[in-house]
């Protein structure tokens, strides 16, 4: 691992064009994490609030952290700097980062008021946006982070087995959600990746609803969307089913959102651009009776974030996949008053094709 820390902060160095002397990630509080800060540390468990990581060129880095949090930090392959206090961080931040003619900031994580702090301890340095570099260099994940990725893709799978017999016990979204947070946990994930979606019925035709006090009816459309956070990396898994027997619309979408997943799997390889892939997905189903009931990309990153490294399979995404970029491929139908179907897997992008983490049944299921 410790090979691996220095080639992420030489990678990131590698995507700029104007490289800076040291860049410096600073973790402000728990409602502003950044992700960075332990992309760059490797850090796998604490908030490290207030603490911050100087990267060199050379791939070595410097750490300034709390008392509170110092034990944690001193596993990390790195100068390991403790204060105590207010004063105590910005005198050593002063002294690690010194007299510099260039520093390199996120400015896509830093608040304003922060940003301003830094400019008046460092009134003669010139600051250089390295939120791209960030980006880019996240994008393509190492041996550890995919690791981390399949632990959290194994943990969902284990999930989905349970849900048809789930659906025999609870009788409403929140008890579901409930459960299927509480299985995560209890298979090895360290939290859930975001909340947990669990919508019966019509709400199935919302992406981005979650749950409510909703009671579970025959012929109901049930929908989940979770994912597992292992070592603070995520998966991301979305399975449609049916409680009792599915009518033949119901059918017929879940059919075109399958078939419209594997065309996308087909086309997706190193040297493809993001929105071949989406434009595929989307012709396919405008083309089916569902037209116009597609309404989100195909797909997005995955790693640290839930939506991480800012590669997307959409209509705008000019990107270009690359080989060890981590994905979502998530195609869905929604028609309002019935309901929606979405099947989401997570992928890794190879060199002539694909390899697919998430592996529970992608068939309609009758519950």
């Known amino acids: 691992m410790v090979i691996e820390l220095k080639e992420r902060i030489k990678k990131i160095f590698s995507f700029l064009e104007e490289k ?3 860049i410096l ?8 994490i950044e992700n960075n800060f332990f992309y760059v540390t490797s850090l796998e468990k604490g908030i490290f609030e207030g603490c911050a990581a100087i990267l060199y060129p050379d791939g070595n880095l410097d750490l300034i952290v709390s008392e509170l949090e110092s ?7 790195a100068d390991v700097k403790i204060y105590k206090n207010k004063n105590q961080y910005e005198s050593l931040l002063k002294e690690s980062i010194g007299m510099i003619d260039a520093l390199g900031l996120n400015y896509n994580g830093i608040s304003f008021s922060n940003f301003l702090k830094i400019q008046k301890m460092f009134p003669n340095a010139n600051f250089t946006n390295v939120s791209e570099s960030l980006t880019k260099a996240r994008a393509i994940k190492d041996e550890t ?10 943990i969902v799978d284990k999930v989905v087995e349970k849900i048809p017999d789930l659906l025999h016990k609870v009788t409403r979204e929140y008890e ?26 019509k709400n199935s035709c919302e992406p981005h609803y979650s749950h409510g006090d909703v009671p579970l009816k025959s012929g109901d459309f049930v929908l989940c969307d979770f994912g597992a956070c292992f070592k603070r990396y995520n998966s991301d898994i979305t399975r ?11 059918k017929k979408m879940h059919k075109v959102v399958l078939d419209a997943q594997n065309i996308a799997f ?13 434009n595929l997905v989307y012709d396919f189903i405008n083309n089916s009776e569902f037209k116009n009931c597609f309404i989100h990309s195909t797909g997005h990153s995955l790693g640290l974030a839930v939506h991480d490294g800012g590669v997307g399979l959409n209509y705008e995404s000019d990107n270009v996949l690359e080989e060890n970029m981590v994905l979502t491929v998530e195609p869905g139908i929604y028609v309002p008053g019935l309901g929606g179907v979405r099947i989401e897997d997570d992928i890794i992008v190879k060199k ?11 068939n309609l299921i009758e519950v």
Do not use: W
């Open 20 to 22: 800076p002397d040291l």
């Open 25 to 32: 990630i600073q973790n402000t509080n728990e409602t502003f």
């Open 71 to 77: 034990q944690t930090a001193l596993n990390v392959n």
């Open 145 to 154: 982070e995919i690791k981390s990725i399949k632990k959290a893709a194994l």
């Open 176 to 201: 579901l959600a409930a459960e299927i947070d509480y299985l995560m946990q209890k298979n090895g994930a360290d939290k859930a990746g975001f909340e947990t979606i669990s919508s019966f019925g």
């Open 240 to 250: 449609t089913f049916v409680f009792g027997k599915p009518s033949s619309v119901q």
């Open 266 to 278: 087909q086309k997706i390889k190193s040297g493809v651009k993001g929105k071949d892939v989406h």
């Open 352 to 362: 002539d094709g694909l390899e697919i983490l998430t592996k529970s049944c992608r």
